[in-house]
Nanobody, 125 residues
Framework: VQLQASGGGLVQAGGSLRLSCASP????????MGWFRQAPGLEREFVAA????????YYADSVKGRFIISRDNAKRTVYLQMSSLKTEDMAVYYC???????????????????WGQGTLVTVSS
């Protein structure tokens, strides 16, 4: 599966942004999908994940209640709706896919098999 992230940009603190991650592959619907982010000088960190069916989601504490992950398997796309953005949310955001059909959702980057190219989110104060 290949992943193409988009939707990043410049937004003011308190604003909203929606990221998308599309995959042309037919196998998209069997993959767990995740979003991670990496700020300059920091390690890549987990943001959110969603099961292949879209029934279960999992969030990092830092974004819980502000971000929503969703997916549309017919469109082979996963989304990250970000609201109430803070300057500390500024980072390059990556989508990732894990070839796993179970209900367990991992926040570990090394458990994801395929990565998109990243999209930059800039939050101004």
């Amino acid at each position: 599966v290949q992943l193409q992230a988009s939707g990043g940009g410049l937004v003011q603190a308190g604003g909203s942004l929606r990221l998308s991650c599309a995959s042309p592959g037919r196998a998209f619907s069997r993959y767990v999908m995740g979003w991670f982010r990496q700020a300059p000088g920091l390690e890549r960190e987990f943001v959110a994940a969603i099961t292949s069916s879209g029934v279960r989601t999992y969030y990092a504490d830092s974004v819980k209640g502000r971000f929503i992950i969703s997916r549309d398997n017919a469109k082979r796309t996963v989304y990250l709706q970000m609201s109430s953005l803070k300057t500390e949310d500024m980072a390059v955001y990556y989508c990732a896919a894990r070839d796993y059909s179970g209900s367990y959702l991992s926040g570990r980057a090394d458990e994801y098999d395929v990565w998109g190219q990243g999209t930059l989110v800039t939050v101004s104060s």
